[in-house]
């Protein structure tokens, strides 16, 4: 398959979303070896960094634009989620308690990068105060896994 | 964009249907609503998610805060879906074990609140 990619540059915004999951799930759609469950893994996990990167905007009162980049190269799919917000240490993050325990109810948050980590064959995540870019990768063809 | 959402009763049980994607766009109105059932009374919520295309971290995230609230009030939630995406969401962040699945509104509504709003069950 020949190398293709497409560009979005979106407003902070959080009615963002569903047109970035869209086109995503569109580009990525265009490689026929790709199923319909990992096109699904790849919509949810982009959702989610790009929920990310909209709330770090938000938060920092950035009027600076998110940009996802998808690329479809020969093997696999790349999306990568650039934003300008304050950055994160993942040293920081606290797990959630077990679910048996009653104060998992006290965690409504935190799940986003749990499913990016599942839901990717590949992901990685570089940020500094500068801000934040998460590089997800799903494989088109299984000869591609390591 | 609003979140179609409609209520009706089955059993004890009062039935939030919600439909479209949950996200971090459309998820307060989610929120808001099930705090205003809440609010005016209701303690055994069924979230029927049966026509949801779209569930993401920011909706698990308001399903655990409703699971909370209407635990604290002494009722409970439940949940419908027979989505395969939706089931293995629950299933891989292991929520399926913080509350009840059902397929369809009667398996959700056909037993009393009180039998399963003890989470030493879980």
């Given at each position: 398959?020949?190398?293709?990619?497409?560009?979005?540059?979106?407003?902070?915004?959080?009615?963002?979303?569903?047109?970035?999951?869209?086109?995503?799930?569109?580009?990525?759609?265009?490689?026929?070896?790709?199923?319909?469950?990992?096109?699904?893994?790849?919509?949810?996990?982009?959702?989610?960094?790009?929920?990310?990167?909209?709330?770090?905007?938000?938060?920092?009162?950035?009027?600076?634009?998110?940009?996802?980049?998808?690329?479809?190269?020969?093997?696999?799919?790349?999306?990568?989620?650039?934003?300008?917000?304050e950055g994160f240490d993942h040293g920081d993050l606290v797990p959630h308690p077990p679910v048996t325990d009653p104060n998992r109810l006290e965690?409504?948050?935190?799940?986003?990068?749990?499913l990016i980590r599942i839901l990717a064959d590949e992901h990685e995540i570089v940020s500094d105060s500068e801000g934040t870019s998460v590089r997800?990768?799903?494989?088109?063809?299984?000869?591609?896994?390591? | 964009?609003?979140?179609?959402?409609?209520?009706?009763?089955?059993?004890?049980?009062?039935?939030?249907?919600?439909?479209?994607?949950?996200?971090?766009?459309?998820?307060?109105?989610?929120?808001?609503?099930?705090?205003?059932?809440?609010?005016?009374?209701?303690?055994?919520?069924?979230?029927?998610?049966?026509?949801?295309?779209?569930?993401?971290?920011?909706?698990?995230?308001?399903?655990?805060?409703?699971?909370?609230?209407?635990?604290?009030?002494?009722?409970?939630?439940?949940?419908?879906?027979?989505?395969?995406?939706?089931?293995?969401?629950?299933?891989?962040?292991?929520?399926?074990?913080?509350?009840?699945?059902?397929?369809?509104?009667?398996?959700?509504?056909?037993?009393?609140?009180?039998?399963?709003?003890?989470?030493?069950?879980?």
């Amino acid at each position: 398959m020949t190398d293709w990619a497409v560009e979005l540059e979106i407003p902070a915004e959080p009615e963002y979303l569903s047109m970035v999951r869209a086109v995503v799930s569109t580009a990525a759609g265009l490689d026929p070896r790709l199923k319909d469950s990992r096109i699904e893994d790849l919509r949810l996990a982009v959702s989610e960094a790009t929920t990310n990167a909209i709330e770090s905007h938000v938060n920092m009162g950035s009027s600076e634009r998110v940009t996802i980049r998808c690329d479809l190269r020969d093997d696999q799919v790349e999306v990568e989620v650039t934003d300008h917000g304050e950055g994160f240490d993942h040293g920081d993050l606290v797990p959630h308690p077990p679910v048996t325990d009653p104060n998992r109810l006290e965690y409504e948050r935190g799940l986003g990068l749990s499913l990016i980590r599942i839901l990717a064959d590949e992901h990685e995540i570089v940020s500094d105060s500068e801000g934040t870019s998460v590089r997800l990768v799903v494989y088109t063809a299984p000869t591609a896994r390591p | 964009m609003p979140l179609p959402m409609r209520t009706l009763d089955s059993g004890e049980w009062v039935v939030l249907q919600v439909a479209g994607e949950i996200d971090m766009a459309s998820a307060p109105q989610l929120r808001q609503r099930v705090v205003a059932l809440v609010t005016g009374g209701v303690s055994a919520l069924v979230l029927d998610l049966s026509n949801i295309g779209f569930c993401d971290s920011t909706g698990l995230g308001v399903i655990v805060a409703a699971v909370k609230r209407l635990r604290t009030n002494g009722g409970d939630l439940r949940v419908v879906t027979n989505d395969e995406r939706l089931l293995a969401l629950f299933e891989i962040t292991r929520l399926d074990q913080v509350f009840e699945v059902f397929p369809d509104i009667d398996a959700a509504s056909a037993t009393a609140p009180s039998a399963h709003s003890d989470e030493s069950d879980h």
